[in-house]
């Protein structure tokens, strides 16, 4: 094989070597990436989970009061006749 075959062939799988590393690196980055998407939806999703469930306890909090406040449903239906509702 003459000299410059081989330095042909040295040179490519060089540069084989080095775009298979960079394409390593590149994958790798692209999967860290991927997870630290993952984790922070995953956080996100906790957050408004949390914030629905807050809202709904305040939610059902506000219609107890709501409820409290209007019973007996006969004083206001009734008016002077509200003393029915007492007997």
């Known amino acids: 094989m003459c000299k410059i075959k081989?330095?042909?062939y040295v040179?490519?799988?060089a540069e084989l070597s080095g775009l298979r590393a960079e394409i390593h690196e590149a994958l790798g980055n692209r999967n860290m990436s991927d997870e630290q998407f993952k984790?922070?939806?995953l956080d996100?999703?906790?957050n408004l989970k949390a914030a629905l469930q807050l809202e709904r306890e305040e939610r059902?909090?506000?219609d107890d009061e709501?409820?409290?406040v209007r019973w007996p449903p006969c004083m206001y239906a009734f008016g002077d006749v509200s003393s029915l509702c007492r007997n």
Do not use: M, P, Y
Request: hydrophobic share 45%; net charge negative.
């Open 6 to 8: 081989v330095i042909i």
């Open 11 to 13: 040179c490519r799988d």
């Open 39 to 41: 984790n922070g939806t």
């Open 44 to 46: 996100e999703l906790s």
């Open 60 to 62: 059902i909090a506000e």
């Open 66 to 68: 709501i409820v409290q």
